[in-house]
C-alpha cells in the first residue's frame, strides 16, 4: 500500500507531505482546488512523462516522493530490485522519488539508487492501477478483454505458456528465412565465411600474445640502437683507458695508503669496495644484455607481419583478439550450417511441424478453458451490474476462433452488452454511453479484485455521470474492492465519499501572497462539514443528511 507522498513545487503545491491509510481513501474538494495535482504527482513518480511547466511558478525543480509498504507484495520485488542493480528494500519499505528542473534535468531513484524511467514506470505497472475518466475506454480493446477474462478464470499462466510457443515460432521461422536463400546469395554467403574462418583459423590466435609480441617487435626494431647504447656504457665502465672500474683501482691504491697513514679511515676503504663490487655487478649485467641483443632482419621482419596481422584482424573482426576468436568460432559454425543447410533446413522443418501441433493443441485447451470461464464472469458481472443501478441488464462474452494464433491464443473476444431490457446484447463499444461504461469497469474492477495482483487502485471519477441510488452502489463498490487493494477515489458525489475509511479534502488558500493547494485528513465532524457541502450547503437538513450517510 501507499503509506506516504511527498509533493514540491509541483503546480499549486509548495511542499506537501501526505499519510495515507489503508482500505478506501477518498479525496474531495471544490472544482479547481488541485485534486488532479495529487494524481498528477502519484503519475510522475510511477514514470509518466515529465512536463516541465509544472513546475511551480518561481522555482527551479520540483520533486515527487513516494513509499510504499510492500510486505504483502505479490510482485518478486527482491528479485526484480537485484536484476536492475537497485538497493534492496528496508523494512518492507519501497522508495521511490522523481526530481526534474527547469534545465531539463531529470532524475528517478529507487530506494536511493538511480534508475531509468523505464524501470521506474515497469515497478509503478506493478504497484498502482490507474483509472481515469477516460481509461475505461481500455475495456474496448480485445486484448484487453482476453486479459480480463484470464484474470478472473486463473489462465495467466496458460497464457504465457502459449505466448512461449508463438516466440518460438517466430524464432524457428528467422532461422528458417535466413537459409533460404537465392543461388547467388548463397554462394556469396559461403564464399565469405569460408574466407573469415580460413582467415581467422590460419592465424592461430592465442588471446594473451599480442602484448608479448608487440613488445618483442619494439625491442628487435630498436635491436641496432640497444646494441650501440649497451656496447658505450661498457666501454665507459670498463674497457676503455679512463673507464671507470680502471679509475676506480687508482682510487682503491689511494686509500689504502690513507688507510695506513690514519686508521680511523677503515668505512672509506669499506664503501670503495661496496662501490666497485657494485660496478663489476652493472659491468656483468651489461655484457649479458648485449649478448642478448641479436640484429636479425629476418626476425624483425617476421615480427612486423606477425604484428600487422593481429592489427588487421582486430580492424576487421573485433577490439581484442579475444574479440577476434569469438567471431571465428560463430563463423564456423553459421559456415556449417551453411554447408549442411538441406539437413538443417529438414530439421528446422520438423520442429516447426511439432511445434506447429504443440500450439494448436495448446490453443485448444486454452481457448476451451475461456469458454469455462465466460459463464461464471458474465455471472459475476451482472451481479455487481444491478446493483450499480442496471437491474434488468445482460453482460455477456463472445468468444470466436481469431484467424490465426498469436501470443494471446487462437480466440478473438467481445464484450457485450444490454443495459435495457428486451434488447439484444450487441459490442460494449457499439452502445455504451461514458456512464455506462464506467458502470461496467467498476463492476469488472469489483469481480476481479481477488484475482488483481496490482495492491493500490486510483480512481479518478469513475462515478461521472451517475447519481441517486446508482451512487450510493457505486460508493459501496468501493468499499468491497477497499477490503482486497488500497483504493484511492477522486468524486463529486457524497454518497461516493461516505463509505470510505479515511476522507480527505483538498482546498486552496492564499499564503504570502502566492496560492498553494493544500490537502488534510479529516475526522468525523469535518468530514459531515464537507459531505454537507458536497450536498449543496451547511444547512441543517445538510448536515443531517451528511450524517445520515456517514451512519
Known amino acids: 500500500m501507499l503509506t506516504t507522498l511527498r509533493i514540491k513545487n509541483l503546480a499549486l503545491v509548495s511542499d506537501l507531505t501526505l499519510e495515507f491509510q489503508p482500505g478506501c481513501n477518498v479525496i474531495t474538494g471544490e472544482t479547481g482546488a488541485g485534486k488532479s495535482i495529487i494524481l498528477g504527482a502519484l503519475n510522475l513518480v510511477l514514470g509518466d512523462r515529465a512536463d516541465r511547466t509544472l513546475i511551480r511558478s518561481g522555482e527551479e525543480s520540483c520533486a515527487v516522493e513516494a513509499v510504499f509498504d510492500v510486505k504483502a507484495l505479490r510482485l518478486p520485488l527482491k528479485r526484480f530490485l537485484e536484476e536492475n542493480g537497485l538497493e534492496p528494500c528496508e523494512q518492507n519499505h519501497l522508495v521511490l522519488k522523481r526530481a526534474f528542473t527547469t534545465a531539463g534535468t531529470n532524475r528517478q531513484f529507487i ?46 499462466p496458460e497464457r504465457v505458456a502459449f505466448g512461449e510457443l508463438i516466440r518460438r515460432q517466430h524464432a524457428l521461422a528467422e532461422a528458417k528465412s535466413a537459409l533460404i536463400v537465392d543461388a547467388k546469395t548463397y554462394a556469396q554467403q559461403l564464399d565469405l565465411l569460408r574466407f573469415q574462418v580460413q582467415e581467422i583459423t590460419g592465424a592461430r590466435l592465442q588471446p594473451e600474445e599480442e602484448p608479448t609480441v608487440e613488445a618483442e617487435f619494439i625491442r628487435a626494431s630498436n635491436a641496432a640502437k640497444l646494441l650501440q647504447l649497451s656496447q658505450a656504457a661498457l666501454d665507459a665502465l670498463s674497457e676503455s683507458e679512463n673507464s671507470l672500474l680502471t679509475q676506480a683501482g687508482a682510487i682503491g691504491r689511494g686509500l689504502a695508503e690513507l688507510h695506513r697513514v690514519d686508521a680511523s679511515t677503515a668505512n672509506l676503504v669499506e664503501l670503495h669496495a661496496q662501490a666497485g ?8 649485467a651489461l655484457s649479458h644484455y648485449a649478448d642478448k641483443v641479436d640484429v636479425d632482419p629476418a626476425r624483425l621482419a617476421e615480427l612486423e607481419e606477425r604484428v600487422n596481422l593481429l592489427q588487421s584482424l582486430k580492424r576487421k573482426y573485433g577490439g581484442s583478439l579475444a574479440e577476434v576468436i569469438a567471431f571465428g568460432d560463430e563463423a564456423k559454425q553459421k559456415l556449417l550450417a551453411l554447408e549442411s543447410r538441406d539437413a538443417e533446413l529438414a530439421r528446422l522443418n520438423a520442429a516447426q511441424e511439432k511445434l506447429a501441433a504443440e500450439i494448436a493443441s495448446a490453443g485448444k485447451k486454452l481457448s476451451a478453458a475461456r469458454q469455462k470461464v465466460i459463464s461464471p464472469l458474465t455471472k459475476a458481472v451482472g451481479q455487481q451490474l444491478d446493483a450499480l443501478g442496471f437491474k ?24 457485450q452488452f444490454a443495459p435495457n431490457p428486451g434488447e439484444p446484447a450487441k459490442p460494449l463499444r457499439a452502445i455504451a454511453s461514458s456512464g455506462e461504461m464506467a458502470r461496467v469497469m467498476l463492476a469488472l474492477k469489483t469481480v476481479l479484485a481477488a484475482q488483481d495482483e496490482i495492491p493500490v487502485l486510483v480512481f479518478d471519477e469513475v462515478d461521472a455521470n451517475v447519481g441517486g441510488e446508482t451512487a450510493n452502489a457505486v460508493g459501496e463498490k468501493m468499499k468491497q474492492i477497499a477490503a482486497k487493494r488500497q483504493v484511492f477515489c477522486i468524486t463529486h458525489l457524497p454518497q461516493v465519499a461516505a463509505p470510505a475509511d479515511a476522507h480527505y479534502v483538498v482546498t486552496k488558500v492564499v499564503k504570502n501572497g502566492r496560492t498553494i493547494s493544500e490537502m488534510a485528513l479529516l475526522n468525523r465532524q469535518e468530514r459531515v462539514t464537507e459531505l454537507a457541502r458536497m450536498l449543496g450547503g451547511q444547512s441543517d437538513a445538510a448536515r443531517q443528511h451528511a450524517e445520515a450517510l456517514l451512519k
Open 111 to 156: 530506494n536511493g539508487s538511480p534508475a531509468t524511467l523505464a524501470t521506474l514506470a515497469a515497478l509503478g505497472e506493478s504497484l498502482v492501477d490507474m483509472h481515469g475518466p477516460h481509461d475505461h475506454q481500455s475495456l474496448l480493446h480485445p486484448a484487453k478483454q482476453l486479459a480480463i477474462l484470464d484474470a478472473f478464470g486463473g489462465l495467466e
Open 277 to 284: 663490487e657494485t660496478l663489476r655487478d652493472l659491468q656483468s
Open 392 to 415: 434488468q441488464s445482460k453482460f455477456d462474452v463472445a468468444l470466436a476462433p481469431a484467424a490465426g494464433p498469436s501470443s494471446f491464443g487462437v480466440d478473438t473476444i467481445e464484450f
